[in-house]
């Protein structure tokens, strides 16, 4: 897939971003973090931030991320049996920051696990990129994201016109394989619903985006 095409799509399936031999043990390390670290505050965690960095060297993710880019967000997801949730078509808009900032353009203030996020100006939305490594296999059964391609181009989409988006010009179910990434734009229309077969879908999702990044906001913490 070019460059182009993934612009105008909103994302791209690229197939080990992370080799497979590594996802358990990254599992299990995520596992141990989240005890102190809950499940958003992954990259103050050392091996996070060397993932990041992984992430950021890796052939095929170097073409998408923008160099000079930083990692500046990582959450956890896990459905699973036990564990098991889903989420209705919406656009990721909210940014981790370190301190409020008074501007118009800036709103939506809110706190999670201790970091102070806001709703970031559609112009700096449209510069991140997410990338989800899939530390297991996710088929349709398992919950995986489904997108609307395209829909990243339209700016903030209200919530109606999100729903008759997704019904409308339809979605794609976005399959990976064990140590797979899904790389997309936030702003990309996007849902998920609960797993209905007895497997763990786990996946860490990284945020990153330019070092600086104006409005006199400066992220929580970039790697």
């Known amino acids: ?6 612009q105008s799509r909103g994302y791209e399936i690229v197939a080990d971003a992370v080799p497979a031999t590594d996802c358990e043990s990254l599992a299990e390390t995520v596992r141990d973090s989240a005890v102190h670290s809950g499940a958003r505050c992954f990259l103050a965690e050392p091996w996070c931030a060397t993932l990041s960095k992984r992430l950021r060297e890796h052939a ?11 990692a500046v967000q990582c959450t956890y997801f896990e459905k699973s049996t036990n564990w098991n ?10 940014i981790p920051v370190a301190s409020r900032v008074s501007a118009p353009m800036l709103r939506g203030w809110s706190e999670k696990e201790g970091q102070l996020f806001v709703q970031a100006p559609v112009a ?20 995986p994201l489904k997108v ?6 339209r700016g903030v989409v209200p919530p109606e016109a999100a729903v008759d988006a997704r019904r409308v010009e339809g979605e794609v179910a976005c399959l990976c394989a ?16 609960k797993s209905t077969g007895h497997s763990r879908r786990r ?6 985006g330019p070092r600086v990044i104006g409005y006199g906001l400066h992220w929580h913490h970039a790697v």
């Open 148 to 153: 609307v391609p395209g829909s990243h181009m």
């Open 60 to 70: 095929r993710l170097a073409e998408l991320i923008p160099a000079g880019y930083v």
């Open 178 to 193: 064990r140590g797979g990434a899904l790389v997309m734009r936030p702003l990309l229309l996007h849902a998920s619903a």
């Open 203 to 208: 996946v860490l999702h990284f945020v990153f």
């Open 85 to 94: 949730w889903l989420v209705p078509v919406h656009q990721d808009l909210s």
């Open 1 to 6: 897939m070019s460059i182009a095409t993934f």
């Open 124 to 143: 700096l939305l449209e510069q991140l990129i997410a990338v989800r490594i899939h530390l297991d296999p996710c088929g349709e059964r398992d919950g």
